[in-house]
């Protein structure tokens, strides 16, 4: 992974595992007291009480993982969740499992090697990976209740580069990356709060990010200009790129391309 940023990723492995806690209280407040039953639009089909299971569960199934240093994929992703009957206590349900995540994470040696889908392969990638899946979460809950969303910059562009670095080995769950593939087309993903960017080059055989070199003048395919919390929403398709938020410049069909194949 290489970017031309004036920022460090990833980030130090405490500041995950506080910001764990922190992006997950804030997420149940948001859907607390809120109708289980309202709708979330960025995430068809789902309810807020869907999106509030799905992310207590998620975070006990990360537990479990980092608990057992697992060093082979799981077969089930069954783990015992104590989820009450009545989806109105779920909020507290999330919110009462935070001791326990930051405990796990306190105690597991971040360097330990063991089993992930994604590009690290030590215990660190599973506290950053549920960073970034709380914090999108959180947005998503607060869009659904009418909540204008609020994301740190150093966060948000962090979580733009977890998200590609780990985007070439999603297949497991998102197919269409394995179809990502072009003749040597570059995009950039410029940040223009923090003067960072990502470039990923398509080529016959996949996609890579790319290192661009200190002065290097190299012109690219399309690239995409934005803050870091509006790129790390548009990675995630919960914005787009035509949004009035960016900058774009270039042949905006490989910017479709990219889009079309990357659903996270």
Do not use: I
């Not at 548009?234 to 889009?259: I, K, M, N, P």
């Amino acid at each position: 992974m290489a970017t031309t940023s004036k920022a460090e990723h990833p980030l130090p492995y405490d500041t995950y595992r506080e910001a764990v806690a922190r992006e997950t209280l804030r997420f149940a407040e948001v859907v607390r007291g809120a109708d289980p039953a309202v709708a979330v639009p960025s995430c068809p089909d789902w309810t807020l009480a869907d999106l509030t299971r799905h992310v207590g569960s998620l975070q006990r199934w990360f537990c479990t993982l980092l608990t057992r240093l697992v060093q082979e994929p799981p077969r089930s992703r069954d783990v015992e969740l104590g989820l009450p009957e009545n989806p109105r206590d779920y909020p507290d349900w999330v919110a009462d499992g935070v001791p326990g995540v930051a405990a796990v994470l306190r105690d597991t040696d971040p360097g330990a090697p063991m089993w992930v889908w994604g590009e690290d392969r030590h215990a660190r990638f599973w506290a950053r990976r549920m960073l970034f899946e709380t914090l999108v979460h959180r947005v998503d809950a607060e869009r659904a209740v009418g909540v204008e969303p609020d994301l740190d910059p150093v966060l948000a562009a962090d979580g733009v580069d977890e998200f590609l670095v780990n985007l070439p080995h999603a297949g497991l769950f998102a197919p269409g990356v394995t179809k990502l593939r072009g003749d040597g087309e570059t995009l950039a993903f410029r940040c223009t709060d923090l003067g960072e960017e990502w470039r990923v080059r398509l080529d016959p055989d996949g996609f890579r990010l790319v290192q661009r070199e200190a002065g290097e003048a190299e012109p690219v395919t399309a690239a995409v200009r934005g803050q870091a919390g509006d790129l790390l929403l548009l990675l995630y398709g919960r914005r787009s790129y035509q949004d009035s938020a960016f900058e774009v410049s270039g042949r905006t069909t490989v910017l479709d391309t990219w889009f079309a194949h990357t659903a996270f």
